[in-house]
Nanobody, 121 residues
Framework: QVQLVESGGGLVQPGGSLRLSCAAS????????MYWYRQAPGKQRELVAR???????NYADCVKGRFTISRDDAKNLVYLQMNSLKPEDTAVYYC???????????????WGQGTQVTVSS
């Protein structure tokens, strides 16, 4: 089995910064694209950022220039550095990854349990 565990959420004032981490563990052969999603109360889950195994990144327009996604493949970690945070960034942030547990198998989709980010004065 594969587990994704997020950490680093919390309460921060507008304009502040937070760094989220997501650690993948378990029977991992390789990890493909890794994603950060978020879901605010009463809204649908939305894609925030993604990073491919080759390091190519993409961002939602609302976070471009403020958020940075990165990964450490040696440690099976993905990060989301969030700067210049706004109240509208308040949400539960989820880590998602495509993981292969064996050379002969396809990638499967795994999710973390989420971490709360609250931006408020």
């Amino acid at each position: 089995q594969v587990q994704l565990v997020e950490s680093g959420g919390g309460l921060v004032q507008p304009g502040g910064s937070l760094r989220l981490s997501c650690a993948a563990s378990g029977s991992i052969f390789s990890i493909g694209t890794m994603y950060w999603y978020r879901q605010a109360p009463g809204k649908q889950r939305e894609l925030v950022a993604r990073i491919t195994s080759g390091g190519v990144t993409n961002y939602a327009d609302c976070v471009k220039g403020r958020f940075t996604i990165s990964r450490d493949d040696a440690k099976n970690l993905v990060y989301l550095q969030m700067n210049s945070l706004k109240p509208e960034d308040t949400a539960v942030y989820y880590c998602n990854a495509a993981v292969k547990i064996d050379y002969y198998l396809l990638y499967d989709d795994y999710w973390g349990q989420g971490t709360q980010v609250t931006v408020s004065s």
